[in-house]
Every structure is written in structure tokens, then in C-alpha cells.
């Protein structure tokens, strides 16, 4: 794939997310519904921090195309990508699209709808779809070793369950609806049952890599 359309597209999706995070910020100021913003603002979203996950990666893979010498940008870039941002953001958008099509009040309930334009719940929930896609397509990435990556992904997954249980301990509302449906065991069950989805998709991403690049990524390493 040419470089120019790497750094084209990179910088394109880097400012298409810094664009979606301010107009979230700027929503802040408005009279939100009850519990929405409460106790760590747009922080405890899953969502809003694959945001943030999703404009780091692109804003990382950017600088990395104008230092295509620098090895530990090409590392962290890839890591970045095959640990996190592909995984994370498939798995946002699959939860997300799921229960809503069960029941969205537990997770984007309707009265959401006269704050947020259905352009910017597309942005959250839809468009990092065919975003990650395409990145996979331009873009080989070389990825840790299994037993790395899943400690890795592991971590950040037991960190944010940490934060969503203390948000509740804090202030007693959870950060998803749908949560306040189980008991103790069952969030954890629940917990560990996103864990096992996102592992899943991370061996997704690395055996799509593996597909489109296979041949290229070897001949690489024997020049």
C-alpha cells in the first residue's frame, strides 16, 4: 500500500477522532440527564475511552509514518493496535449494537437521543467498524506473542472492571444500566465472559493480519 494513502489515512482518522471527543467535551455544558456525566465524567465509559484509545493509535501511527526509520515508534504502534485498539474497539461496537438491539435502555436509553445527534452515537458505536478495518488493510502490524498479548489485554480489562465496581462503591450507580440487573457474582460472570469475547477478537485480528500479510510480513524478515 502506497505511504502517501498511509499517511493520509491516518491523519484523517486521527483528526476524525479529535473532532468526536470535543464535541462530546462540549456537551458537558449542557443539561444532561441524571447520572450521565456524574462521578468521573465521560471517563467511565468504555465507549469514550476507546475514543481516546482509537485517537492515540492513529494519532501514534501518524508520527510513526513521519519517522519511518524509528523502530520503537513501528513497536509501539503495532502493539498498540494488536493489544488494544482493534480489540477493544470490534468489542465496543458488537456489545453495544447487541443489547441495544435487545433492549437500548440499558445502555443508551432514548432519552439520550435530544442530547446527542444520532450522527455522534454513530461515531461511538459504528464508524470504528470500518475505521479499524481499513487500518488492517493498509497497514501490516506485527503482533507479541499470544501469551503476552492476552496478559497484556488482561490487565487493562481487570483495571477497568477495578474502576467500574469503585464508581459504584463511590456514588451508587453503575456505569451501565444493564449491570444493575445482575448480583455480585453475576458482574463478575459477566465480566469475565466480555473478557473471554475480547480475547477472542484479538486472535481475530492477529489471524485477519496473518491473512492479508502473511507472505509480505515473511519476506520482510528473510531480506
Known sequence: MSGAVQKIYHLAAF???AFVIQSLYAKGDEDLPPGIFVYGGPWKYLT???LILQMVFFGLAALTDLQPSGKGLRVARD???????FPVGMFVVMLFWSIFAYDRQLVYPASLDNFFPPWINHAMH???FPILMGEMVIQPH???KTKTGMTALGFVGIAYLSWVIWVYLSVGIWVYPLLSLFSPAGVIGFFFFNMTVVTLLYLLGRTLNRCIWGKTQKAKRKA
Not at 502493539?79 to 485498539?85: E, G, K, P, R
Open 79 to 85: 502493539l498498540l493496535f494488536s493489544i488494544y485498539a
Open 48 to 50: 469514550f475511552l476507546n
Open 126 to 128: 459504528t464508524f470504528v
Open 142 to 144: 506485527d503482533y507479541p
Open 15 to 17: 483528526s476524525w477522532y
